[in-house]
């Protein structure tokens, strides 16, 4: 009987368009975005995996969105040893000098957003932004993000990397109903 309650509670889903904006007005490509629903899994099912890659020095990608509770890896495909490093409060950690794929993944199990660098390469740079849903996204070019929502009152959370370091996901309350809807985010960038 668990078929008819899902197709029951996505027959009363809207597509909600989130429009991501820095101060002036300009979209924001590449803003993260998530709907915090009450009663939604707050954490990621067991066993969800994702990676953040180090290739020609660089993170890719330089933004990972992730469900709390996910495990990350951090291969390693240059042909030179990295040093992944982050002291961000949300989440410490370091995987010292390594080449290849580390022997553990890295468990993110606390919302917020984290700075990744390696202490090797000074220009490397990386976030993931941890959330409590499974509703999130990033902005296209255009600064837009559309996901399905579900009927009631929740929270729209964004963010965006040129955010002043330390901000966290800025929130704001969302009403959806059985109707499409649009949602409007003014992010605090710097120039």
């Given at each position: 009987?668990?078929?008819?309650?899902?197709?029951?509670?996505?027959?009363?889903?809207?597509?909600?368009?989130?429009?991501?904006?820095?101060?002036?007005?300009?979209?924001?490509?590449?803003?993260?975005?998530?709907?915090?629903?009450?009663?939604?899994?707050?954490?990621?099912?067991?066993?969800?995996?994702?990676?953040?890659?180090?290739?020609?020095?660089?993170?890719?990608?330089?933004?990972?969105?992730?469900?709390?509770?996910?495990?990350?890896?951090?291969?390693n495909q240059d042909t030179v040893r990295h040093h992944v490093y982050s002291f961000s409060p949300v989440k410490t950690f370091e995987i010292k000098l390594y080449?290849?794929?580390?022997?553990?993944?890295?468990?993110?199990?606390?919302?917020?957003?984290?700075?990744?660098?390696?202490?090797?390469?000074?220009?490397?740079?990386?976030?993931?932004?941890?959330?409590?849903?499974?509703?999130?996204?990033?902005?296209?070019?255009?600064?837009?993000?559309?996901?399905?929502?579900?009927?009631?009152?929740?929270?729209?959370?964004?963010?965006?990397?040129?955010?002043?370091?330390?901000?966290?996901?800025?929130?704001?309350?969302?009403?959806?109903?059985?109707?499409?809807?649009?949602?409007?985010?003014?992010?605090?960038?710097?120039?």
């Amino acid at each position: 009987m668990l078929l008819p309650c899902l197709l029951a509670g996505a027959a009363q889903a809207a597509p909600l368009t989130v429009s991501v904006a820095d101060a002036s007005g300009r979209p924001l490509a590449g803003a993260v975005v998530a709907v915090e629903i009450g009663g939604a899994a707050r954490t990621a099912a067991a066993g969800t995996r994702a990676e953040v890659v180090q290739r020609q020095r660089n993170f890719d990608p330089g933004v990972l969105v992730v469900q709390t509770g996910t495990q990350v890896d951090f291969p390693n495909q240059d042909t030179v040893r990295h040093h992944v490093y982050s002291f961000s409060p949300v989440k410490t950690f370091e995987i010292k000098l390594y080449a290849g794929r580390p022997a553990a993944p890295v468990l993110f199990d606390r919302a917020g957003v984290i700075t990744l660098g390696c202490n090797i390469h000074d220009q490397m740079i990386a976030h993931v932004v941890v959330v409590d849903t499974p509703l999130f996204g990033r902005t296209d070019a255009a600064g837009r993000l559309v996901l399905e929502v579900p009927a009631g009152e929740h929270r729209l959370r964004a963010w965006h990397p040129d955010m002043r370091e330390g901000l966290d996901l800025q929130a704001q309350p969302l009403r959806v109903g059985t109707s499409p809807v649009a949602a409007a985010v003014r992010l605090p960038v710097q120039p």
